[in-house]
Protein backbone atom coordinates (compact mmCIF):
# COMPACT_ATOMS: atom_id res chain seq x y z
CA UNK A 1 0.00 0.00 0.00
CA UNK A 2 1.40 3.13 -0.95
CA UNK A 3 1.49 6.35 1.64
CA UNK A 4 -1.21 8.20 -0.07
CA UNK A 5 -4.04 5.10 0.20
CA UNK A 6 -2.76 4.42 3.55
CA UNK A 7 -3.30 8.35 4.11
CA UNK A 8 -6.72 8.19 2.48
CA UNK A 9 -7.45 4.81 4.87
CA UNK A 10 -6.05 6.47 8.43
CA UNK A 11 -8.42 9.33 7.40
CA UNK A 12 -11.80 7.39 6.54
CA UNK A 13 -11.44 5.02 9.60
CA UNK A 14 -10.74 8.29 12.00
CA UNK A 15 -14.10 9.96 10.03
CA UNK A 16 -16.31 6.52 10.53
CA UNK A 17 -14.78 6.55 14.30
CA UNK A 18 -15.46 9.97 14.96
CA UNK A 19 -19.26 9.90 12.55
CA UNK A 20 -20.06 7.48 14.71
CA UNK A 21 -19.27 8.82 18.10
CA UNK A 22 -21.31 11.25 17.20
CA UNK A 23 -24.74 9.82 15.63
CA UNK A 24 -24.61 7.60 19.21
CA UNK A 25 -23.86 10.03 21.59
CA UNK A 26 -27.70 11.63 22.53
CA UNK A 27 -28.66 13.95 25.81
CA UNK A 28 -32.48 13.64 26.01
CA UNK A 29 -34.60 15.46 28.49
CA UNK A 30 -36.30 13.13 30.51
CA UNK A 31 -39.12 13.27 33.35
CA UNK A 32 -38.10 12.73 37.12
CA UNK A 33 -40.03 9.34 37.48
CA UNK A 34 -37.71 8.40 35.29
CA UNK A 35 -34.66 8.32 36.61
CA UNK A 36 -33.86 5.06 38.63
CA UNK A 37 -35.29 4.10 41.48
CA UNK A 38 -32.07 5.13 43.63
CA UNK A 39 -31.37 8.64 41.93
CA UNK A 40 -35.33 9.41 42.81
CA UNK A 41 -34.71 8.43 46.46
CA UNK A 42 -31.36 10.21 46.72
CA UNK A 43 -33.14 13.49 45.43
CA UNK A 44 -36.43 12.96 47.99
CA UNK A 45 -33.90 12.43 51.04
CA UNK A 46 -31.34 14.60 50.76
CA UNK A 47 -32.62 17.51 48.53
CA UNK A 48 -36.36 17.87 49.79
CA UNK A 49 -37.19 21.06 50.34
CA UNK A 50 -35.62 22.10 46.53
CA UNK A 51 -37.23 21.21 43.26
CA UNK A 52 -36.38 19.71 40.53
CA UNK A 53 -35.74 21.77 37.31
CA UNK A 54 -35.18 19.28 34.81
CA UNK A 55 -33.25 16.21 34.18
CA UNK A 56 -30.83 14.95 31.11
CA UNK A 57 -30.45 11.54 30.28
CA UNK A 58 -26.51 11.28 28.51
CA UNK A 59 -26.49 8.11 26.04
CA UNK A 60 -23.09 7.76 24.89
CA UNK A 61 -22.62 4.29 22.67
CA UNK A 62 -25.35 2.32 24.16
CA UNK A 63 -23.53 1.70 26.83
CA UNK A 64 -22.80 4.48 29.05
CA UNK A 65 -25.69 6.27 30.55
CA UNK A 66 -25.33 9.33 33.25
CA UNK A 67 -28.29 11.28 34.22
CA UNK A 68 -27.90 14.87 34.90
CA UNK A 69 -30.22 16.24 37.78
CA UNK A 70 -30.50 20.60 37.79
CA UNK A 71 -32.47 22.04 40.68
CA UNK A 72 -34.24 25.35 40.96
CA UNK A 73 -31.75 26.69 43.46
CA UNK A 74 -28.42 25.64 40.95
CA UNK A 75 -27.19 22.48 42.09
CA UNK A 76 -25.97 20.31 39.68
CA UNK A 77 -26.30 16.37 40.20
CA UNK A 78 -24.82 13.67 37.80
CA UNK A 79 -25.74 10.25 38.63
CA UNK A 80 -24.51 6.55 36.84
CA UNK A 81 -26.93 4.13 34.92
CA UNK A 82 -27.68 2.43 38.52
CA UNK A 83 -28.59 5.87 40.72
CA UNK A 84 -25.49 5.79 42.24
CA UNK A 85 -24.11 9.59 42.51
CA UNK A 86 -20.96 10.65 41.12
CA UNK A 87 -21.11 14.93 41.91
CA UNK A 88 -23.34 16.89 43.66
CA UNK A 89 -22.51 20.45 43.09
CA UNK A 90 -24.33 23.13 45.07
CA UNK A 91 -22.71 25.78 43.27
CA UNK A 92 -23.06 28.85 45.10
CA UNK A 93 -25.41 26.97 47.45
CA UNK A 94 -23.60 24.52 50.39
CA UNK A 95 -24.64 21.15 50.21
CA UNK A 96 -26.70 18.94 52.64
CA UNK A 97 -24.01 16.63 54.22
CA UNK A 98 -26.27 13.39 55.21
CA UNK A 99 -25.23 11.81 52.35
CA UNK A 100 -21.23 12.44 52.65
CA UNK A 101 -19.38 10.46 54.52
CA UNK A 102 -19.95 11.60 58.54
CA UNK A 103 -15.07 11.36 58.50
CA UNK A 104 -15.13 14.00 55.67
CA UNK A 105 -17.75 15.97 57.54
CA UNK A 106 -15.89 15.64 60.78
CA UNK A 107 -12.59 16.49 59.33
CA UNK A 108 -14.14 19.72 57.91
CA UNK A 109 -16.44 21.22 61.04
CA UNK A 110 -12.95 20.04 62.99
CA UNK A 111 -10.34 21.97 60.59
CA UNK A 112 -12.30 24.26 58.27
CA UNK A 113 -14.98 25.18 61.47
CA UNK A 114 -16.42 28.02 58.87
CA UNK A 115 -16.46 26.62 55.87
CA UNK A 116 -19.82 24.63 54.04
CA UNK A 117 -19.16 21.64 51.41
CA UNK A 118 -19.94 23.23 47.94
CA UNK A 119 -19.32 20.58 45.81
CA UNK A 120 -18.19 16.49 46.05
CA UNK A 121 -17.28 13.96 43.39
CA UNK A 122 -17.32 10.75 44.38
CA UNK A 123 -14.08 9.12 42.62
CA UNK A 124 -12.86 5.25 42.31
CA UNK A 125 -10.13 6.43 44.57
CA UNK A 126 -11.96 8.31 46.97
CA UNK A 127 -13.90 11.88 47.18
CA UNK A 128 -12.38 15.05 46.16
CA UNK A 129 -14.34 17.82 48.03
CA UNK A 130 -14.40 21.65 47.44
CA UNK A 131 -14.83 24.08 50.60
CA UNK A 132 -16.90 27.43 50.07
CA UNK A 133 -13.16 28.82 50.68
CA UNK A 134 -12.45 27.48 47.58
CA UNK A 135 -10.06 24.35 48.60
CA UNK A 136 -10.41 21.46 47.29
CA UNK A 137 -9.78 17.92 49.89
CA UNK A 138 -9.02 14.66 48.71
CA UNK A 139 -10.71 11.58 50.92
CA UNK A 140 -9.89 8.25 50.27
CA UNK A 141 -13.10 5.79 50.31
CA UNK A 142 -12.98 5.49 54.24
CA UNK A 143 -12.79 9.22 54.52
CA UNK A 144 -9.46 9.39 55.63
CA UNK A 145 -7.94 12.84 54.27
CA UNK A 146 -4.63 12.10 51.61
CA UNK A 147 -4.22 15.55 49.74
CA UNK A 148 -5.02 19.77 50.52
CA UNK A 149 -5.16 21.35 47.62
CA UNK A 150 -5.12 25.84 47.83
Known sequence: MNTKNLIKTVAFILFSITFYTAAT???????????????QSFINTHFKDQKVNHV???TEHLF?????????????????????????????????????????????MEHFNNEKIMKIENKTWGYEVTISNGMELEFNNKGKITAIDN
Open 64 to 108: SVEYEIYLENGTKMEFDKNGNWKEVNGKMNPLPTSFILVEIVNYI
Open 56 to 58: IKD
Open 25 to 39: AQKAMIQFNELPQKT
